[in-house]
């Protein structure tokens, strides 16, 4: 995406910017810009636009004041003024329903800075995100990148997370909390803490999502806790690449979501949740561009992550580089993934794979990227079989892969 930066927000922030005192996680600058935006457009034509939900609406907020509808006539045409009460009822009503299962989560980590010559200084760090209850026993939904702060660079060692602290709706208590387990393939991670009688989210279907229909995010942006905003859906199935070079496919929402809302809640007008926020497009002149995982893309990873403290994949045990056209063409190669390197006793090398064969097709699908031979991978279960085609020598072959755990 030429141009533009993806920001995985939260702890990664911490090392973009000097966080503030309090909040140290923060983006905070000294000054904050509200910007304000009207338009003027000749006469005096005032649309509303009514956008209401009438179950959230009676279940949550009783039953709204009856529509107020006037006839007015426009240069020969007919414009109904409508009122806006149902839309505020609608989002009263979903934050009303969703923010008892949305919690506040701060990070605390150890940083270690080289300075050469053998100086190094150690010094603790925070971060802060969200999270969502799945169950009234205690186990949180969230990012991996949230929990998971492990990085490594010449400049500076971060250790994993030396505490994770957990803030409750209301309750201004912190609840330690334990990782469960956490996925870096799909940013998703569980922690729990020992508390039960929690007030678990309502899950949605991720797959009837439409464009342009409501969406709230609820989250813990720079800190601040049970934060509402809301928008639409702006797309659905977004082809995403992560700042760390990681494929997702996502939803695009208008709803603000900044560093703190990661692992939090985008839901519908019905206080169900549609999906987990997860990153934000960031450079000059962008608004409003934040992403969600789909829930239903969540259900299968966080009841492993529940049972297993781990996500049980296939795989065929290689190291593979994407060849594309230029490259391919540079090389003498077909277009693919070329194999750098296969690992010892791995289905691959039971098949016959060798380091040097360019993978183009799985299950008779062309491959282009490596990315598309994991999301091939992905498709199957465990023992599954793929029949993957490669090209060694200049010769095709063909070989049948039986798939273990990765």
């Known amino acids: 995406m030429e141009g533009m930066i993806i920001i995985m927000n939260d702890i990664n922030d911490y090392f973009n910017n000097t966080p503030p005192k309090k909040q140290k996680s923060s983006n905070v600058k000294n000054s904050v810009i509200a910007p304000f935006v009207s338009g003027v457009l000749g006469a005096s034509l005032v649309v509303g636009i009514c956008f209401g939900n009438p179950t959230i609406k009676t279940k949550l907020i009783g039953e709204a004041p009856e ?28 934050a009303s329903k969703v923010l008892p299962s949305i919690v506040g989560i701060n990070v605390k980590f150890n940083v270690t800075s080289n300075f050469g010559y053998g100086m190094k200084y150690s010094s603790e760090a925070a971060a802060s995100g969200s999270g969502i ?21 010449s400049y500076y060692q971060v250790s994993e997370a030396t505490s994770v602290t957990v803030y409750l709706f209301n309750d201004e208590h912190p609840y330690e909390a334990e990782i469960i387990g956490s996925d870096a393939q799909t940013d998703l991670a569980v922690i729990k803490i020992d508390k039960s009688g929690l007030t678990p989210a309502e899950l949605g279907d991720s797959s009837n999502v439409k464009i342009g229909e409501f969406a709230m995010a609820i989250g813990n942006p720079l800190g601040l806790k049970s934060t509402v905003t809301s928008g639409i859906i702006s797309a659905v ?16 929402t208008d709803a603000a979501i900044n560093s703190g809302n990661s692992g939090g809640a985008l839901v519908n007008s019905e206080g169900q949740v549609i999906g987990i ?11 409003n561009m934040g992403f969600a995982i789909p829930i239903n893309d969540t259900k299968d990873i966080y009841k492993q992550l529940i049972e297993y403290n781990k996500v049980k994949r296939p795989s065929i045990g290689v190291k593979g580089i994407t060849l594309d056209e230029t490259k391919a063409k540079q090389n003498n190669l077909p277009v693919g993934v070329y194999v750098k390197e296969v690992n010892e006793f791995s289905p691959a ?24 031979l994991v999301d091939s991978i992905n498709s199957k279960s465990i023992d599954d079989e793929l029949e993957i085609k490669l090209v060694r020598n200049g010769k095709e072959k063909a070989v ?4 273990k755990e990765q």
């Open 67 to 94: 529509k107020v509808k006037e006839t007015s006539t426009v240069n020969s045409g007919i414009v109904d003024l409508v009122s806006l009460s149902q839309f505020s009822d609608t989002a009263v009503g979903v």
């Open 133 to 153: 209850i799945i169950s009234e026993d205690g186990y949180i939904l969230t990012n991996n990148h949230i929990v998971s702060s492990t990085s490594n660079s």
């Open 237 to 252: 199935n977004r082809e995403v690449t992560s700042s760390d070079g990681t494929n997702y496919v996502l939803m695009q």
């Open 277 to 287: 926020n997860t990153l934000k497009i960031s450079a000059t002149g962008v608004e």
């Open 349 to 372: 090398e039971t098949a016959g794979i060798k380091p040097g064969d360019v993978i183009i097709e799985a299950d008779g699908k062309k491959i282009n990227t490596f990315q598309e």
């Open 400 to 403: 049948k892969v039986t798939l």
